[in-house]
Structures are given as C-alpha cells and as structure tokens.
C-alpha cells in the first residue's frame, strides 16, 4: 500500500476540515476535498497549503436526496484515481471526524478489501424494503410534503421502473472505504454503459445505492472483495431529528471502542470536547 485518498465532502466549517486533514496526516496521506458548489470556495482555499492537499477541481452542487451526491463523490473519486501511487480511497463528510489514527487506517487498507456496508433489497430497516427508491419516478425530491403529494399523483399515472441491466438491487452505507480496483471497476464499468448514471436522476437517495448496486453486481473478483463494515459511525436512535444525532462529550464512551475509522456527525463548536477527547484518549 502506497497512499490512501481521504476524499472529504463538505459544504461549511473549513475550520473543522483543517482539524481533520490535522489528525489524519501522514506522508503516505493524500486529501480531495470537494467543497459544495453553492458554497464559497475561497473559505477553504488556504487548506491547499498544507502539503498533499488538494481541492477538487469539478464541483457539484449538492442537493439533498438527488443523484448530486453520488456525482460529487465520483468527481472526488476521479480526481484522486489520478495519482497512480493510491491503493485504497476513503470517502467521509466535512463532519466525520477519526477515532483511528493513521497507522492503524493504514493497517486496514492493508488488507486488500473494500469496506462497504450492504445488503440486498427489500430491505426491513428501511421503508418499505427501499424498493420504492428507484422503482418510482421521483421527479421532485423534497422534503415539502405538498410537493411529495404531486409526485405521488403523477406517480399513480407512470409505470414501475427496474433497475439497468437486469441487476440485482442492493442498499447500504454511503461512507466507504474502496480499493483501487474497486474504483476503477467503477469508472470502466460507467465508460462502457455512458447512459447508466441517467436512470438515477429520478431515484430517491441515490448515494446509499449507486456503490452497492454497481460493486454487488460486479465480477466475482469485485463483488467478494467487499468487506460488509461501516467505516463511520452515526448515532441515529434519538428520538427526535435531525439525524443522525450531532455526538457531544458524553457520547465518548460508546464511541471509544468502536471499529469505525470515522463518527459522524460533529459539529466544531458543540463537539468540542468530544473531539478533545478523541484527540487526548484515541489519537495521541
């Protein structure tokens, strides 16, 4: 294992990214930093003078539940699998922060697997098994219930859809860890089926099916060379939203054991001394 790419994609708190790029840098470290198109990215320039990283040149602008996601993330995806001398790609958001230090990533990339959190659908821990997602037109993703009534109605009128290419449908995490055959599976396989990233622009949360469809439904050589783990942890059994849950101070003893690389979410003020914590107990 040469280098690992940290691919981290954020929209706010630079601050916060800096304290990442901090923690997890290393000479064998490189970081793609793809900053929300909607976002003013001269807040974030002066992070490109630490050494070894970079911001991502192709920005997209996210929108919540959209395909934007999963395209932002390939765009980072992309220009990291540039440097040949990357073996293993770790995707997180601007407010995951590590629980592992360098060494220990490092350990785990070693191992030659892709960490990825999947399972197929229908799928009992979401709503309605998650079929819905891509069987329907979701021509307008929002979170205003008026405008979900009338995707429902138009819905009522438009047939069910199936998924390209006879494939199987699989769900799961969004925040992985992919080895870099993994990734250029991925890009080969869009190369060779250009029209294949259309069929989700009317799905709903792309980004927690686009990797295990596409990696599931792969060669042997790609689909068994996934290791079914969350690279990040996420608390999202409070009762009220938003969610997941923002970790704070007394979430530290769930945490401080926990395989994940990463938890999410963190915010820079009201998980400050969470992050001491980590920084003091786990990171030192």
């Not at 040949?84 to 060494?103: A, E, M, N, T, V």
């Not at 820079?268 to 990171?283: A, F, G, P, Y």
């Amino acid at each position: 294992m040469k280098k690992i790419a940290y691919i981290i994609l954020t929209y706010k708190d630079p601050l916060l990214t800096e304290r990442v790029i901090k923690k997890l840098k290393d000479d064998r470290a490189e970081f793609f930093i793809h900053v929300d198109k909607k976002t003013d990215i001269s807040d974030f320039l002066f992070l490109e003078n630490y050494p070894n990283v970079h911001l991502v040149k192709d920005r997209v602008l996210v929108k919540w539940g959209s395909i934007s996601t999963t395209q932002a993330a390939l765009s980072g995806f992309k220009e990291a699998s540039k440097n040949p001398d990357i073996g293993f790609f770790l995707l997180l958001s601007g407010q995951d922060y590590p629980i592992k230090r360098p060494s220990e990533i490092f350990a785990l990339a070693e191992q030659g697997k892709s960490l990825l959190n999947h399972f197929e659908l229908p799928y009992s821990g979401w709503k309605g098994g998650g079929m819905h997602r891509f069987r329907r037109y979701h021509l307008f993703i929002s979170r205003n219930g008026i405008i979900r009534r009338i995707d429902n109605i138009i819905n009522f009128f438009l047939p069910r859809r199936k998924l390209p290419l006879n494939q199987k449908a699989y769900g799961g995490d969004f925040w992985c860890g992919l080895t870099r055959e993994s990734v250029e599976y991925i890009f080969d396989f869009l190369k060779k089926n250009p029209d294949y990233l259309n069929f989700f622009k009317y799905t709903f949360i792309v980004d927690e099916l686009f990797f295990p469809i596409v990696l599931l439904n792969g060669p042997a050589s790609i689909s068994k060379g996934l290791d079914n783990k969350f690279t990040s942890y996420a608390d999202w059994s409070k009762p009220k939203g938003p969610y997941p849950a923002t970790l704070t101070e007394k979430d530290f003893d769930n945490i401080k054991n926990k395989p994940n690389i990463f938890i999410r979410k963190i915010d820079r003020i009201k998980s400050e001394k969470l992050l001491d914590l980590i920084d003091n107990n786990l990171l030192s």
